[in-house]
């Protein structure tokens, strides 16, 4: 079973640039969730998709970033323009229901993309 | 709102010892917690899920336990190898809302 894939690995920009990140989630997945993850620190949630729809983007910069996920699948964020705190690693993970809709609903990651703003 | 915290922030011990590694939170009206491990430049891999039910799971080497009333979780690591090295991450889930993640611990191993 192929896992969540994301790209790129790793992007360098200056501030006030744009960037845009892509994940696959696994197949079937209805669920796909974008994580930010600071150095040192615990992943936080950015935005949740069900399907094509968004559950939570409570946590999401909305003057900053955008997310979308077409047709239910492959899903994309943005950040627009981008700040030296947002130095981060962007991470995709998708699982088969919402939290708290299955007992043993297991969030699998993608690898990751490494933002560095300068 | 659910806040989540893991001691030690790191740890080391050598190859061979039993270690225990702590994730504590605030809400405990939790529907399951998972323990994640995180190796440098990678994504995180689930490695246990225990239901809010549960008491405990068991996966190889591997125990964790869960104890709701005092907000607490553990993570048992028996005969540690130097291939255990990594951070590991405990998340909450509350009924009706995402995972909140802890820090995390950044265990090495020496050989």
């Known amino acids: 079973e192929a896992g969540v894939a994301q790209s790129p690995r790793y992007k360098i920009i200056e501030k006030r640039q744009s960037v845009a990140f892509w994940c696959n989630p696994i197949?079937?997945?209805?669920?796909l969730y974008w994580y930010q993850q600071i150095l040192g620190q615990g992943p936080k949630l950015l935005i949740q998709?069900?399907?094509?729809?968004?559950?939570?983007d409570s946590q999401l910069p909305k003057d900053r970033f955008s997310a979308e996920r077409l047709k239910g699948v492959d899903s994309t964020l943005k950040i627009q323009p981008a700040k030296l705190e947002d130095s981060a690693v962007y991470l995709c993970?998708?699982?088969?229901?919402?939290?708290?809709?299955?007992?043993?609903?297991?969030?699998?990651f993608g690898a990751g993309t490494r933002l560095s703003v300068l | 709102k659910q806040e989540v915290t893991q001691i030690p922030a790191a740890l080391s011990v050598p190859e061979g010892e039993n270690l225990v590694l702590n994730c504590s939170f605030t809400?405990?009206?939790?529907?399951?917690l998972q323990w994640f491990r995180q190796d440098p430049g990678k994504g995180l891999t689930s490695l246990l899920l225990?239901?809010?039910?549960?008491r405990e799971q068991t996966s190889g080497r591997l125990n964790a336990s869960l104890d709701k009333s005092s907000g607490r979780s553990t993570l048992y690591i028996a005969a540690s190898q130097p291939g255990d090295s990594a951070t590991y991450l405990c998340?909450?889930?509350?009924?009706?809302?995402?995972?909140?993640f802890g820090p995390g611990t950044r265990l090495s191993v020496l050989p």
């Open positions: 809400d405990s009206a939790i529907y399951n």
């Open positions: 998340a909450v889930n509350n009924y009706g809302q995402n995972f909140v």
């Open positions: 993970a998708s699982s088969l229901a919402p939290p708290g809709q299955l007992a043993k609903n297991i969030q699998y």
């Open positions: 998709f069900q399907n094509n729809g968004v559950v939570d």
């Open positions: 197949s079937g997945h209805a669920t």
């Open positions: 225990i239901q809010s039910s549960q």
